[in-house]
């Protein structure tokens, strides 16, 4: 089974590449928890989708790249590398033009080919630092 939940992730994660709304939705449950979501965001699913069409509307070349995936049971870990340009606003910061890249991990509880739940831990501070948000 923690072979098909890092598949169930993997698509989630192309989908996002892809700035393919629609097929990121389809994996995430109706019921979804996200216990690391970021300030001001709405809760479960609509929360997670908001979050996903934020960062890609800011960074019109978003990209993930999976450096390691562990999966046990229900449950798969991503160790990644997130890159982008800031184009468009971010939380209410104007584009810099500046680019970034920040490793993040994040855990996805996976039941029945749906994303039912999601713990992360990013680098926020380096994204802004490296966006000029915030001195380094």
Do not use: C
């Not at 923690?2 to 994996?27: C, H, P, T, Y």
């Not at 989708?49 to 991503?78: C, P, T």
């Amino acid at each position: 089974m923690s072979e098909q939940n890092r598949l169930v992730f993997e698509k989630f994660i192309a989908a996002l590449n892809g700035k393919d709304i629609s097929a990121m939705e389809a994996l995430i449950d109706d019921g979804f928890v996200d216990n690391d979501a970021m300030p001001g965001m709405a809760p479960g699913k609509a929360g997670m989708v908001g979050m996903m069409q934020m960062f890609i509307a800011a960074f019109s070349d978003l990209h993930i790249v999976v450096d390691q995936y562990v999966s046990e049971g229900d449950l798969v870990v991503a160790i990644m590398t997130t890159s982008g340009t800031q184009s468009g606003e971010l939380m209410g910061m104007p584009p810099s033009g500046k680019s970034f890249s920040v490793r993040e991990i994040h855990v996805a509880k996976i039941v029945n080919g749906k994303w039912v739940e999601h713990w992360g831990v990013g680098n926020d501070l380096s994204m802004m630092q490296q966006l000029g948000a915030i001195p380094e």
